[in-house]
């Protein structure tokens, strides 16, 4: 069920396989929207500085009469703040008005900016003292991991990127598995573009009697992805956590897999602010 959980590097830290996204949910409606989620089974939210709408989120799980342990929170260290990440945590702690955050995240390696180093040797601090029970990086590449893991002394948890059916990653999930980092999918839905009115996954889903979206999202899990779908429908944020109660034949997932072409939504991690 959604309460599935991967076993992180971290020492028996465990993280849900699937969770709520928050990226562009307005900061007013994000207590309400986090409140739904919650309620319809997620124990898993990802949110980040850049979202702008951590206080809401931390509202919504500190309302939710769910015991803290039974909720996995991250949040992410914005581009802007590589040189103050001792700072810039705490400011998103004071925001989600917690204790600690389950996952921390570099949000961005900024290459151009070439002060993730120095970031991740903060953030290593911040694992120490149990202030993030896990870390990890996002929208890194096989350069940027490399130069990290040469030069501090924590492999990161998991990297969280881009990847769906039309962006597979097939690299980056290969060397995840080398290192023993998991992979965390955002965007898993493609952004709800084009992606979800591909024919072969209309076929899928009559198939197997499940919408494009969950077809998607059980692809990921069966993968071993982390995923983070968003919505902000109800009827949605249920659909997409109900993909526990089937399982994609191997034909199925080779359908799926036939279907990457290489094709971005968002941003170029080399390039990126
Ligand atoms: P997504 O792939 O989750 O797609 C969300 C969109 O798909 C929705 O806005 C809606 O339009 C549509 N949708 C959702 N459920 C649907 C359903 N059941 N049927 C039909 N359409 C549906 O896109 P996302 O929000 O970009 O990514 C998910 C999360 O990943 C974000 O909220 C954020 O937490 C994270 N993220 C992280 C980064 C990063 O740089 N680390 C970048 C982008 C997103």
Redesign the pocket.
Known sequence: GPMNSLMLNTDGVQIPQLGF????VPADEAEQVVATALRAGYRHI?TAAAYGNEEGVGRAVRASGLRREKVFVTT?LANADHARAEQAFDESLARLGLDHVDLYLI??PVPKQDKYVQAWKAIEKIYRDGRAKAIGV??FTVGTLTRLMNETDIVPSIN?IEL?PYFQQREMRAFHEANGILTEA???????KGL?DDPALAVLADKHGK?P?QIVLRWHLQLGNVV????VTPS?IA??IDVFDFILDPESMATVGALNRGLRF?GDPDTFN
């Open positions: 996204g928050v990226w562009q990802d992410k949000h961005w996002s929208n969280q769906h955002w965007s898993p839905l493609g952004q709800g979800l919408t979206a983070i779908p968003k919505s949605r659909e997409n968002g």
